[in-house]
Every structure is written in C-alpha cells, then in structure tokens.
C-alpha cells in the first residue's frame, strides 16, 4: 500500500511464457517506479528474464520447473501451491497490473489466482491479456474460460484480440507481431503507471482510475501515433480506426486516455486531442486523462485509450460458438 509519503506501489506481473515477454519488454522501455515479477511454471524461460524483473517459479514441486504443459488446471494448481510467494510480490501493491495470454497454460490457470490473491490484499487490480487467433480452435476455448474467470476476479479485463493484430500488420514476420502486442501492452502499462507516479503535463489520479477500472468488466485499448503540421487531427484518427479497437464504444461505461508528446506538447494541443477523442462517448461516461512530456518524442505525439464496460460475451462464453450454431 501506499507508503508514509503516499506514494503509491504498482506492480506489473506477467503470468506465463507471453505475460513474462510483455513484463520484459516493459522492463526494456522502462517501468518507471512499477516494480516488475514473472510468475512462471518454465524455470527455462524465467532465466531469459531482464535482470530488473523478479522471478517466480510457480508449483516447483509440481511441475518440477518444465511447465504446464498447456494445462490451466495444473497451472491453477501449481499457482495456489505457490500462494505465499505470491503473496510476498502483490500484498504491499496499490495497482497490480497482470499481462498473460489466455489460451495455454501457464497464464490462462494462473492470472485469475495471481488477481484474486492481489485483490484479497486490497489491490486495484487489471488483467491485460491477449486472446489467440480465431483458427486456434482449441485454444479459443481455453481463452474464453480463463478470460472470464480473470474477470471474475479482476477489476477490468483489457483484452487484445490476435486476429485484431493480424489485420492491423498482416505482412509483419510473426514473431515481430506477437512483439507488437506485447509493445502495445507494456506501452500502455508504461504510459499509465508513468503518469499516476511522476509529475506530467496532466496527472492522472489514482482515485479517479480507481473509480474508472473497478468493476469495469471488460475493456479494449487503442493506439495512435502521428506527428508533423496535422499530427493533432491524425492522432485521434488512427487511435479511434486503429484495428485493435473494432468493436462500439460509443456505450462504453468510462475510458482512459493518455497522451505522451515532446517538449512543444502544449496543454491547449493535449485538451484539444483529448475533446476528440472523446466526443462519441456517452454523457455518462466517466473519463479520466493524462499527457506526458517525454523528450523521446521529437514533434510526434503517441495516445493511448481504454475503454472499459464493453460488452464482450464471444470472449467470455467457452459455449458460445455451439450456442450460435
């Protein structure tokens, strides 16, 4: 929990192979004052963690160090089995932000454990999962149970769909894709915990975020770059186009936007993007916000959106497909 000084503790916590790669990759672009764990059943792959990242080897005597084995239920296993260290990771966290995959095994049966026991400590807690390709029919399944038992549990769920990623860069190498998701998610954990943590142009409150992701069901994110003379009209373009966002948030029930600029971001430019951004949301949409000034962007800007209470029950429903049929 916060400290004598009120400043608050977050917590980024990879759950599994594709958490642990999004926690890395945060831990290569910066995580500010966040705090980053991998939990993992993969003794192997936790070694290949950024030496910044802490590492836990979830269920040792269970699964030995060798993983699931693509199996949710011994991960789930192994994660309770384990529920001391992770206790010792989340029990002093304000915002404990959980990045997995659903659809395997490690992140699918050990994210929901890893959130309740996060929230049983008071945490505000938000899973950012990403959600396998339509053609992984037996995965899909899988991602659908575990999605919602996350959600459950969690505060909010930010889900990114693969198929959303394939038609945003279908020409990209995979393996650069699957990057991608994880720069998009760890970005977006980046910008978040950076504005709540450090001095910014606009801060964003932790009680308002708060009031905004708890009980926010689930959520999907967009992202948007521009710069040059319209880069304050193309950035709100290409974060509401963006592919990842093909769904109707008109009736979202909140969203968080953030924008990060160079030193000429001004303040009237970052109120200007965000009126916007925001014009198709509801009256009742409650909507927290924030700018950053970081010197890594010379004269381009880079937004960030959540929305939160979509309706979503594809992703939540492992018997949807046979109830449509």
């Known amino acids: 929990m916060a400290d004598e000084e009120g400043r608050l503790s977050i917590v ?15 831990a290569s672009i910066g995580a500010g004052k966040a705090r980053l764990v991998a939990f993992n059943t993969d003794k192997k792959h936790l070694k290949s963690m950024n030496d910044s990242v802490e590492r836990i080897l979830l269920g040792a005597s269970i699964t030995k160090g060798l993983g699931a084995g ?8 192994a994660a309770f089995a384990s529920k001391k260290l992770i206790e010792q ?27 309740q026991i996060a929230k049983d400590h ?14 992984e029919r037996a995965r899909i399944k899988k991602a659908r149970s575990g999605t919602a038992k996350l959600a459950d549990v969690c505060d909010c769920v930010v889900v990114i769909q693969n198929d959303k990623l394939y038609q945003w860069v279908p020409n990209l190498q995979i393996d650069k894709a699957f990057a991608l998701a ?3 998610v760890a970005k977006a954990v980046a910008g978040i915990s ?33 710069s040059g003379y319209a880069r304050a009209e193309e950035v709100v373009a290409s974060t509401l186009d963006h592919p990842l966002l093909d769904v109707d948030f008109s009736e979202a029930s909140g969203a968080l936007f953030h924008l ?48 939160t209470g979509i309706p979503s029950p594809l992703l939540l429903d492992p018997d949807a497909e046979t109830k449509e049929k």
Do not use: Y
């Not at 693509?70 to 296993?77: L, Q």
């Open 70 to 77: 693509g199996d949710p239920g011994m991960a789930e296993k």
């Open 122 to 135: 008071g945490a505000l807690v938000v899973g950012m999962v990403t959600f396998p390709f339509a053609l």
């Open 12 to 26: 980024v916590a990879g759950a599994g192979g594709a958490g642990c790669n999004t926690v890395n990759r945060l």
């Open 89 to 115: 990771q989340v029990s002093d966290a304000d915002l404990v932000f959980i990045a997995a995959g659903m659809g395997g095994g490690t992140g699918t049966g050990s994210a929901p454990v890893i959130a």
């Open 260 to 307: 990060s600029g160079g030193p000429d971001l001004t303040l009237g430019e970052a109120t200007d993007i965000g009126e916007k951004l925001t014009a198709r949301l509801g009256d009742d949409c409650n909507v927290v916000w924030g700018s950053r000034i970081d010197d890594r962007f010379d004269k381009s800007l880079e937004a960030f959106m959540v929305f």
């Open 182 to 184: 994880d720069d998009v």
């Open 194 to 226: 950076h504005t709540i943590l450090e001095p910014s142009l606009i801060n964003l409150d932790f009680s308002d975020v708060k009031t905004l992701m708890d009980g926010g069901g689930l959520a999907m994110i967009a992202r948007g770059e521009a």
